[in-house]
């Protein structure tokens, strides 16, 4: 059943409230999803005051945190909705997000093998960079 994020927060222009169904993602959500006319996902949070360091600028793990929500999201569906878990999660922080900036997430699977699923992403807000990733993720029952 999904849980009601603990912030009311509107979606940006364009995007739909994602169901939350981890306890810690409902804590620092709503996050939020669009599908492009050629079927690439982008999701999205706003930078909140639950989100931000001292000096304004999003934590670090919050960007983590929506980044393994999401990729783990991209593993999923390149595995047919298979359950998965994350083995890895590598990030390069390339500038700041800060209060009330949307941050917007392209993630996709690069590879697969039979237990093992490569996903990367990118992490924007407007035209600016400000993250990309690199995840492993396992899925549960494959050797």
């Known amino acids: 059943m999904p849980l009601k994020a603990s912030a009311e927060v509107p979606a940006p222009e364009g995007f ?3 169901e939350l169904f981890d306890p810690f993602e409902a804590h620092v959500g709503p996050f939020f999803e669009r599908v492009e006319e050629d079927g690439t996902r982008i999701a999205s949070f706003r930078v909140d005051a639950r989100h931000v360091r001292e000096d304004g600028t999003a934590h ?3 960007m ?3 980044a393994d929500a999401f990729m783990g999201g991209a593993a999923w569906r390149g ?4 359950p998965c878990v994350t083995l890895s999660l590598q990030a390069s922080l390339l500038g700041d997000a800060r209060l009330g900036d949307i941050v917007t997430c392209r993630a996709k699977m690069d590879h697969k093998t039979r237990a ?3 996903v990367s992403a990118t992490f924007s807000v407007g035209e600016t ?3 990309t ?3 492993l ?3 549960l029952g494959e050797r």
Not at 79 to 82: G, N
């Open 60 to 62: 670090e793990g919050m």
């Open 129 to 131: 960079m400000v993250m």
């Open 133 to 135: 990733g690199t995840s």
């Open 116 to 118: 093992i699923v490569f």
């Open 16 to 18: 739909a409230p994602v």
């Open 64 to 66: 983590l945190t929506f």
């Open 79 to 82: 595995v047919e909705d298979r």
């Open 137 to 139: 993720f396992k899925i």
